[in-house]
């Protein structure tokens, strides 16, 4: 073989496309699809984004061209700038740090009680039928509507704020249980049941699990409803946490600061419900599509 013959490229048989060719081929498409796809995800980043800029455009806009008051509506930059210095001087995660330990700690409360009592409720008959009574009852009266009642109880310090939380928080995780556990698909259950599985693993492999959803639906619901409760709570009678930076910057007419504490509430609430969404999807990581 000579030395012509070793160097030459293979020949293609007749009729075979080169692997080069069918690779070259395939990298348009391959990079139409990568481009599409990096559309796509910066496009759901983006809309959100767009929508918040637009209304912090609108915030900043309305009190400098008259629309309305800029004593009772600063524009944006100068409730900024309050947040701003709030933060640097520490008092607002002094009040932030107070409103969260409360809230946390009756938002856990909640979840111990109701979770449990969720699950026994909607399974064992004889429970539910001792429970639904006092529970129909309590569950249309409003949280706001028994500060009152809390306050002269326990008092106005921490323990009838917690006390008032845990009273918010346990309604929609209980409710929002009851029905996971009653909607579970009996197919599954009785596949279950058919393989031998005792109560117990019916519980843990088939009950829990398909209730996931349901339940933590309810559990955003009532962390939603433990900061709220927790900030009017607050406003009545408390020497820290953001409610009573709102009110105390009402009274003082710091209006910056009273916006600012308006804007730590709401970030608060969406770094609690981000926190919530990963926990939801790494426990319901058997669905399909997204959560």
Not at 9 to 22: D, M
Not at 156 to 183: C, D, M, Q
Not at 256 to 280: C, D, H, Q, R, T
């Amino acid at each position: 073989m000579s030395s012509v013959e070793l160097l030459a490229p293979p020949v293609a048989a007749r009729g075979q496309v080169p692997r080069t060719a069918q690779a070259a081929s395939r990298r348009p498409g391959a990079l139409a699809r990568g481009g599409r796809a990096v559309r796509a995800t910066a496009w759901r980043v983006l809309k959100p984004s767009l929508a918040i800029g637009l209304f912090l455009l609108l915030w900043e806009l309305a009190p400098r061209l008259g629309l309305v008051d800029k004593v009772f509506l600063p524009p944006f930059s100068v409730v900024a700038g309050a947040f701003g210095d709030l933060a640097a001087s520490g008092e607002l995660w002094n009040h932030a740090s107070a409103s969260l330990s409360r809230a946390l700690t009756g938002f856990a409360v909640a979840i111990a009680i109701a979770i449990p009592l969720g699950v026994a409720i909607a399974w064992y008959r004889p429970v539910a039928e001792f429970v639904n009574p006092i529970l129909e009852l309590l569950r249309n009266t409003a949280a706001l509507a028994l500060l009152p009642v809390f306050v002269l109880v326990l008092g106005i310090g921490e323990t009838s704020k917690v006390a008032l939380v845990i009273y918010a928080s346990t309604f929609p995780i209980l409710l929002n249980t009851i029905s996971g556990v009653r909607t579970v698909d009996p197919l599954l259950v009785k596949s279950a049941l058919s393989l031998g599985l005792t109560p117990i693993r019916l519980f843990q492999k088939v009950i829990l699990p398909a209730a996931v959803p349901t339940i933590f639906t309810g559990i955003r619901m009532a962390a939603a409803s433990s900061i709220l409760v927790l900030i009017a709570a607050e406003m009545v009678g408390a020497k820290a946490g953001l409610g009573y930076l709102i009110t105390a910057s009402q009274y003082n007419f710091q209006i910056p600061k009273m916006y600012a504490g308006i804007i730590a509430i709401s970030l608060l609430g969406l770094v609690f419900n981000g926190i919530l969404i990963l926990a939801e999807r790494r426990l319901s990581r058997w669905r399909v599509g997204p959560i």
